[in-house]
């Protein structure tokens, strides 16, 4: 940028402006230069964005960057340019009716205080689609989709954002001649600013409602709504706030491979579906990873998909682990070679794995659950006869799979072991489960 | 070497290797693994991601930092997909390059959140108004997952459209064992800027197909994005030349460039009279079909298709030669095969093999109703 003055941010070859005769938005577009002019931002720097409604016009006459978006949601973009380039200046103009179908967007911005400044085009109802009514309708008020009398309560804009987090909060009218100032000043403040600037929609509420300068006043002295600035507060700015909550992270790995080096073998030399039928909040999809990791640990290959209601921990949780010597495609279980039937809140979803096993196949059964119709080969376990472990539910799964593989030499109970212990949370435990599984046997 | 991985790690991967630097997403299951990984990770690649308030600020978010520069991913499930629907719109209209996650799972509406489906196959296509074009790719398992998104950012830097990555429940988050060679080093597209000097014209295009050169806001040039029909300049219009010119340049930009985006795996076998079409998880159980098929003694053929959108026709056409029977197995009740329908000749019987259930649709249900017993 050369160091002589900007004297506008105006193309004047688009001018004069398209709003009708009358219309405050062009009071508040020559408003938007003069502050532009006082304070002599690169145009490349600053990005106008604008949201539907006749306000979404006012970006086009402007020499800045420009964003035209999508209704209501103008502070959405307006944050994302701001988070991934934080030296920009970004200047959000919207009508009341953005603020509307964009309130949440509105609170949202001012709880993060990301360092966008809004200004309201507040004329009360929406100009651009027949003049009905928008959520700063004053009481009373006559528009086409109000025709006798608005009933809402008005939504104070400035209120709203200020109790949520704004950091710098104004109201005025559009023939505020103090109004670049305030502007000027709303731009300066490094978090979340917003101006509300009510004025004349001269194509409908001002003929719809004899409004005139006076009466837009006097609705603001009787809806008791304070004009100046209302609210400043001191907040860390979002862009900046997290860039420096990140900044350790800098330069770390991300998401590194954590291969697993074979240090066991198995002979096992076919497809085995083991379904392990429990219920949630009892570590069955944690020990059915620790189950996969061991396998690779003995050189095999697994898959692990897990079945789960909404719910974190109540209901049932089932688990679906595949375990062969070669690469796994297709990682449904149809019928089970295996299945690990522990808890009853597990049973009502494995009925028909249950069904199609036959008599080649293991049923491994909590004995409380017993008895059950099944062709498969039972194997029961008394949890009562693991001493403490009886009341450790969420080890019920480890001490099943240690059974399990010990018994069943699908690979050595060591691959296992270290599985558990390659993981720090838990291990002691773990061991200690499998152990308890393994003792079992000799029951 | 081997990992035991899912694919929602291997999509983490494929994007931060693609060079993604910005996300942000809304919890949704199946999809919020991505989101989470997303926030641990890409802080550690100089990368923003955040969660934003919902799935409409999470496009928007993405939208305003892709036009600063950033390489933007979004992630979300059939429900979100519904929310992002106006931003996907504006996404085509301002030429954004973006890639959008959907981790399928079962609708109608909220539907089943932990079950899964292939249920937005159509809708991906169709889901904003106007009807334009996107592309769509889908992921088999979990290697995939990692280079299709890398895929997915490679053509959405070339075409500067949206890009979405149709996975699914089941290949987001089971876990797989994979070898961790097979991430492999794969290609990135440079992000190439207009020239600094010179004149900059935000939406001029040197032929009706191909994207306009692009310039970050705070770049070396004033940059206009709009939602509305617009002339070159970024300003709206309703000079009928230009709107004509615009809309038919969004359609040709990607219509006309099928073969850089079109990827299939045809796996044909001479003789055969049946050929299975499939993608996404399916195709698991499609591969073991056709090889149980096969040592059966049966020719078969299997054409698995990786870009669903734009649909690769001519691949498609090739596959049907000497076919009397299509199976087309999909976890919705016939949504691609509305496509191989309009594509087969005369003659060609489609059989659709569907399943709503929540369950997979297994190798022995493709043998026995597709008739490869």
Redesign the interface.
């Known amino acids: 940028m050369s160091n002589q003055a900007v004297m506008t941010y105006l193309d004047e070859t688009l001018l004069p402006y398209f709003f009708c005769p009358g219309c405050g938005h062009s009071l508040i577009t020559d408003h938007l230069n003069a502050t532009l002019v006082k304070l002599q931002l690169d ?3 600053v ?1 106008i ?1 604008t949201d539907i409604g006749c306000s979404g016009l006012a ?2 006459y402007f ?8 209704h209501g ?1 103008s ?11 934080p ?2 200046k970004v200047i959000v103009l919207m009508g009341d009716g953005g603020c509307g179908i964009g309130g ?2 509105l ?2 911005a001012a709880r993060r205080n990301i360092g966008v400044t809004v200004v309201v085009f507040n004329n009360f109802n929406y100009g651009m689609t027949g003049g009905e009514h928008s959520v700063t309708t004053p009481p009373g008020g006559l528009t086409s989709s109000t025709p006798f009398g608005q009933l809402e309560h008005p939504m104070d804009i400035c209120q709203t954002v200020a109790v949520n987090g704004a950091s710098f909060v104004a109201r005025t009218t559009s023939f505020d001649k103090g109004l670049p100032d305030l502007l000027v000043a709303a731009i300066q403040n490094e978090g979340f600013s917003l101006v509300d600037i009510w004025e004349l929609c001269t194509a409908y509420y001002v003929p719809n409602n004899r409004f005139n300068k006076s009466l837009l006043e006097s609705t603001l002295t009787t809806l008791n709504f304070p004009t100046g600035i209302i609210h400043q507060s001191a907040r860390p700015e979002y862009s900046q706030a ?1 860039c420096q909550s ?1 900044a350790e ?7 590194p ?5 074979p240090r066991y073998k198995s002979d096992l030399d076919r497809r085995l579906g083991i379904v392990i039928a429990g219920a949630a909040g009892k570590k069955v999809n944690s020990a059915a ?1 620790l189950l ?2 061991g ?2 640990l003995s050189g ?11 719910t974190v921990k109540s209901g049932h949780s089932v688990s679906e682990v595949i375990l062969s010597s070669q ?6 279980i ?1 019928k089970p070679e295996i299945m690990l039937l522990l808890f009853k809140e597990g049973l009502s979803t494995v009925h028909s794995q249950l069904d199609a096993m036959t008599e080649n196949d293991s049923l491994v059964i909590n004995r409380d659950l017993l008895p059950i119709q099944t062709r498969a080969k039972v194997i029961p376990i008394d949890f009562k006869q693991t001493s403490h472990w009886a009341y450790r539910k969420e080890y019920w799964t480890i001490i099943a799979l240690a059974r399990v593989l010990h018994e069943m030499h699908i690979y050595p109970l060591e691959a296992f072991k270290e599985a558990v212990s390659a993981r720090a949370e838990f291990a002691e435990d773990n061991l200690a489960a499998i152990e308890a599984g393994e003792r079992l046997e000799s029951n | ?4 991985i899912n694919g929602a ?1 291997a999509i ?2 494929g994007a ?1 290797h693609a060079g993604c630097n ?1 996300f ?1 997403g809304y919890p949704i ?1 199946p999809a919020t693994d991505i989101l989470l ?1 997303m926030i641990r ?6 990368g ?1 991601a ?1 969660q ?3 799935e ?2 999470s ?12 390489r933007v991913m979004t992630a979300t499930s059939g429900p979100g997909i519904s929310l992002y629907s ?2 996907i719109g ?1 996404a085509i209209m301002g030429e954004v390059p973006m890639v959008i996650v959907d981790v399928q799972r079962m609708g109608p509406a909220t539907g089943g ?2 079950t899964v489906a292939q249920g937005d196959i159509q809708f991906l296509r169709w889901g904003t108004s106007g009807g334009y074009p996107v592309i769509v790719l889908s992921p088999t ?1 979990v290697h995939e997952c990692y280079s299709l998104t890398c895929k997915a950012f490679d053509l959405a830097e070339r075409f500067r459209v949206p890009v979405f990555l149709a996975t699914d429940k ?1 290949t987001a ?5 994979v070898d ?1 060679e097979a ?1 492999e080093n794969l290609p990135v597209r440079v992000q190439v800027n207009a020239p600094e000097d010179g004149e900059f014209v935000p939406y001029r295009v040197t032929a009706p197909d191909e994207g306009p050169l692009f310039s ?13 029909t617009h002339d070159e300049h ?3 219009t309703k000079v009928a030349e230009k709107v004509r010119k615009l809309n038919e340049h969004l359609a040709a930009k990607v219509e006309a460039h099928l073969d850089e985006i079109s990827m299939v795996k045809a796996d044909l076998q001479p003789g055969a009279d049946t050929l299975v079409i499939s993608y996404g998880v399916t195709t ?2 499609v ?2 079909a056709v090889r149980t098929a096969r040592e059966r003694g049966r020719l078969v053929s299997s054409l698995t298709i990786y870009s669903l959108w734009p649909v690769p026709e001519k691949e498609i056409k090739a596959a049907f030669a000497g076919i009397h029977w299509v199976i087309v197995p999909e976890l919705n009740l016939g949504q691609y095969s509305l496509e191989v329908e309009r594509l087969a000749p005369d003659g060609v019987e489609i059989v659709g093999i569907n399943r709503v259930d929540g ?2 649709i ?3 249900e493709i043998l026995v109703q597709g008739g490869l017993q």
């Not at chain 1, 992270?249 to 998401?255: F, I, N, T």
């Not at chain 2, 988050?173 to 064992?177: D, E, I, R």
């Open positions: 145009p490349h720097k990005v964005v970006d086009k020499t800045t960057n420009a964003f035209h978006g999508l949601r502070v959405t973009y307006a944050t994302g340019i701001k988070m991934a380039n030296k920009l949440h967007h609170i949202n997290y990140v992270e800098a330069g770390k790995k991300p998401m491979a954590l291969p697993i080096q990873t996969c990791r396998a690779l095999l290959w697994a898959t692990q998909r897990n079945d789960y209601p909404v690469e796994i495609g297709y990682t449904g149809t | 070497m081997r990992e035991l790690q983490v991967r931060i910005f942000a299951t990984y990770e890409l802080p550690k690649v100089g923003i955040i934003a308030e919902d409409i600020a496009m928007g978010f993405c939208i305003g930092a892709a036009m600063t520069g950033k106006e931003n504006l959140a932990t398992n089941e988050l089971t876990l797989s064992t961790v991430f970050p806001y705070g770049g070396a040039h004033i940059m206009r994005f709009t939602t509305s970024g300003q709206l698991r159980a591969e073991e369950e997979l297994s190798p022995d």
